[in-house]
């Protein structure tokens, strides 16, 4: 069921011959790569499932670079993918055997930092936390914060729109971020968006942010930035089942408010990570809650007393809350660390983003503990409750190839089960490789036409990461003839609108 | 709040409409309650020939949970109606937009992308139209409907068309439904006023910022500094101890606000053209010689001026922003400031992609644009 892969395969050899020829005519030798042994780093990104080595990597250090690789991959006919850190986990940054992997990852300078504006403008290979620690001496930070944020780089951020366990109060990247500069796959520069608010023309800013590299390569990008708060604390709330934790989750929610964060996880999950991180999580609970508050001192008792209330009137049968920063960081430091546990107590696992609305919370979770049995594979369950999207955890073992198999139908069938509730394939993590044949079942072949004379409009080569984010209509129309059990409309009974 | 097969029909009209349109490339207008007539450009060389396509009757709420934080509804719905809705659940629209007269609608309003005092407002429940934007049913320019995004919170699957749809002045196709976020109406509000000249305010203002003092509004105009603070009970006391000036009465406040988003206040009713510049918020005085009505913290700066709109454009640019002739054209100024070649462009590829005969709403952004 896995996606036959556009750009997979041998590498052709002439062809790599006369590329690295022109780049090096420009770039010094150590920036472009292309033995196997120097490439190999590059073959995969956060999802290890897909493996391909690029045919060369090359390494840019400043914007005019980027510009001259993108010319000479135009007048070569070369694809071109782009790359931050390569912690993404959908795919994204999967090398093309016959195309260029562009690594942002040297153009690395903070370039200004405006304390009374409260932004700063950064180059995309800049870490995302970097940004916060540049920002801490003026009291400020980058809101988004992805699990991954000590590696993961503001490129990477604004091609995925990445989200984070504070994006429910705070936003996702698309509302962090005020304007990105770079380069059309002819190297043509453009800039779209401004330290001005609402800009005149279409908001073509938004169609960049979470493009996946498909649309251009951003060499610049101006975030917003916000003041610290002065205090966060977190309640720990426990709950004797699942679907009472959900209904809390809407409660929080319906008494109008909106936590800094506030998340959930399962028994099995909680059970995974208390091992490694001692947070000190209730075992024994069905699911736990972690409701967080922040702001000033006063604001924080205020909000904390009103969400122990409601989370205590729905059924949380023990509260605690976080006396110190320590204890609260040690809270977080188990959801944090979800993933690595999950790599700790089985060889492998596959993560999977989907987004459904809130009062779904307790059908797909109760659908999913029916899918551990059939597939016969455990699946732990973190997710950002707030905002209803989960990340279930399906732990398998890629040496069984059965195992394999047996992981990646039961991925497709949280996915689809995502779709049919009404919500989507990936809230946060992106399409990439992976779940491009989802995406012929999430949009209709009108709306997928239109994404792709979107990508056409930018790119009209279609050399700009090949093969990801938008599936062409001819693979969509594979994928519907090998996906019978469906008909030709996936879930035809429901109004997803 | 089922689909009925009125609903349907009404859909079926205006599907039939474009349908006709386009294998005449007939130029179509697109316009409910007319509320926004005077933003934009006139419809000049199209005028005559262009026709009128209607969505207000494609009306009603189609989905609302609150505790789902979102609302579904057709084109045609009064923004009103939403407003009173949500507000029974305590909610409302963080993007504050103004309704510039009784006919407003839900998609009138996305179209139009203007956001109101809420705008630059510290925290989750403040920003522009597109930061609220979650899904958007739409009709191209070849009579396809389409569906982007969805009713979900996050949503990385495909473009995000919806967004882009925000502000898009009905260039792109015909908004038939669309969902949004919504947010809770704050605990409390207080609304503060200080006397302070211009470049004072926007140092309290930055100040205050930067201090995460719970504004969700600011207007400074005439030598007077108002500011409405919104949030949590603590969040506002710490605002009004840290604001200080004389408080508004909550009748005043109300009043006040409502005022400043529909532009009634004394300062909009000038006949000169009224022009929206908006800059950074620390960006210094634009210093045109005429009397100014600043929002947003300073980030948006509105100003009546005979000056030639060069000279306008011209200011707003050294300042880094961008200026927009809002009212008062006297005919022959473009209401956008245009864009660079290669933007230019590149707009007009991606409008293709939706409307590729051109039919929709031309010259309304750029007035060069092809039909």
């Known amino acids: ?497 | 709040m089922p689909t009925t097969p009125q609903h349907l029909t009404e859909l079926a009209h205006l599907v039939d409409q474009v349908h006709t349109a386009a294998a005449k490339r007939q130029p179509l207008t697109i316009r409910a309650g007319g509320t926004k007539d005077f933003y934009g450009n006139k419809f000049h060389d199209n005028t005559a020939v262009a026709e009128r396509l209607d969505p207000g009757s494609y009306s009603g709420v189609i989905a609302y949970q609150p505790t789902e934080l979102v609302i579904t509804a057709r084109a045609g719905t009064p923004l009103r109606e939403i407003e009173t809705l949500i507000a029974a659940q305590g909610q409302m629209l963080g993007f504050e937009p103004p309704h510039f007269g009784v006919g407003a609608t839900f998609g009138g309003c996305i179209a139009a992308g203007l956001a109101g005092p809420r705008r630059a407002g510290m925290g989750p429940a403040a920003g522009a139209t597109r930061d609220f934007m979650l899904g958007a049913r739409v009709l191209n320019g070849t009579g396809q409907v389409q569906q982007f995004g969805g009713t979900v919170m996050k949503n990385v699957a495909g473009y995000d068309v919806s967004r882009l749809f925000a502000g898009s002045m009905g260039t792109l196709g015909v908004l038939l439904e669309a969902s949004v976020k919504l947010v809770p109406r704050p605990v409390t509000e207080d609304t503060r006023r200080l006397a302070c000249d211009e470049v004072h305010a926007r140092a309290l203002l930055s100040r205050w910022a930067r201090a995460s003092i719970a504004m969700s509004a600011s207007c400074w105009s005439e030598g007077k500094l108002v500011v409405r603070l919104s949030g949590a009970y603590a969040a506002v006391t710490h605002g009004i101890a840290v604001v200080g000036g004389e408080g508004l009465s909550r009748a005043e406040a109300t009043v006040f606000w409502s005022a400043v988003r529909e532009q009634t206040v004394d300062f909009f009713a000038q006949s000169l053209p009224l022009w929206r510049v908006s800059v950074p918020a620390t960006a210094e005085s634009l210093a045109l010689g005429a009397p100014e009505l600043q929002e947003w913290g300073g980030a948006l700066r509105w100003v009546a001026t005979p000056l030639p709109a060069a000279t306008v454009r011209a200011r707003a640019a050294a300042l880094g922003g961008h200026a927009t002739l809002f009212r008062n054209n006297p005919g022959g100024v473009a209401a956008f400031t245009p864009l660079s070649q290669t933007q230019q462009s590149l707009e007009s590829r991606v409008r293709a992609a939706f409307d590729p005969l051109g039919i929709f709403n031309a010259g309304r952004v750029h007035a060069n644009a092809a039909c």
Request: proline share 6%.
């Open chain 1, 1 to 497: 069921m896995q996606p036959v892969l556009e750009g997979g395969g041998a590498i052709d050899l002439p062809l790599q011959q006369r590329v690295v020829a022109a780049l090096r005519a420009y770039l010094p030798a150590d920036a472009v790569l292309f033995e196997a042994e120097q490439t190999r780093p590059y073959e995969c990104d956060g999802l290890t499932l897909y493996r391909q080595l690029p045919m060369i990597v090359a390494l840019p250090a400043t914007e005019a670079d980027v510009r001259e690789i993108l010319r000479i991959a135009s007048a070569l006919g070369v694809p071109v993918v782009p790359r931050g850190a390569g912690t993404g986990l959908s795919g994204g940054a999967l090398p093309h055997a016959a195309g260029i992997l562009l690594s942002l990852a040297k153009l690395n300078r903070v370039l200004a930092l405006d304390p009374e504006a409260r932004t700063a403008r950064v180059e995309p290979g800049v870490r995302n936390l970097a940004i916060s620690q540049a920002a801490e001496p003026f009291g400020l930070y980058y809101a988004p914060d992805p699990s991954s944020q000590v590696a993961c780089t503001i490129g990477g951020n604004v091609a995925e729109n990445s989200g984070g366990v504070h994006c429910l109060k705070y936003g996702l990247t698309v509302n962090n971020v005020l304007a990105v500069r770079g380069y059309t796959v002819l190297g043509e520069p453009v800039e779209f968006g401004s330290a001005a608010l609402d800009g005149p023309g279409l908001d073509l800013l938004s169609l960049i942010v979470g493009s996946e590299g498909t649309l251009i390569v951003v060499t610049e990008v101006l975030v917003r930035l916000v003041p610290k708060p002065v205090l966060a604390r977190c309640i720990m709330a426990s709950f004797a089942a699942v679907d009472a934790a959900g209904d809390a989750v809407a409660a929080v929610i319906a008494a109008g408010i909106i936590p800094a964060g506030l998340e959930m996880m399962d028994q099995a999950a909680t059970r995974m990570v208390e091992p490694f991180v001692k947070a000190g999580y209730d075992l024994e609970a069905a699911a736990i809650l972690l409701c967080e508050s922040d702001g000033t001192v006063d604001e924080v008792a205020e909000e904390i007393e009103r969400m122990s209330a409601v989370l205590r009137a729905h059924g949380a049968t023990r509260l605690a809350v976080s006396a110190n920063e320590a204890e609260r960081l040690r809270f977080w430091a188990g959801r944090k660390n979800a993933f690595p546990a999950a790599g700790r107590v089985s060889p492998d696992y596959y993560c999977m983003d989907g987004t459904i609305p809130r009062h779904q919370l307790g059908r797909v979770l109760s659908a999913i503990r029916d899918m551990e049995l059939k597939y016969n594979l455990r699946c732990p369950n973190v997710f950002h409750a707030g905002d209803g999207n989960l990340h279930p955890l399906i732990l398998f073992d890629a040496n069984d190839a059965d195992s394999v198999a047996r992981a990646d139908a039961f991925g497709v069938e949280i996915l689809e089960l995502s779709i049919a509730v009404g919500g989507t394939v990936t809230g946060e993590h992106g399409v990439g490789v992976e779940k491009i044949n989802q995406l012929c079942l999430q949009f209709d072949e009108v709306t997928r036409a239109a994404f792709i004379n979107i990508r056409l409009a930018f790119d009209p080569t279609q050399r700009l990461n090949p093969g990801k984010a938008i599936p062409t209509l001819h693979r969509c129309a594979e994928y519907g003839r090998a996906h019978v059990h469906h008909g030709a409309v996936a879930f035809p009974e429901l109004e997803r609108f």
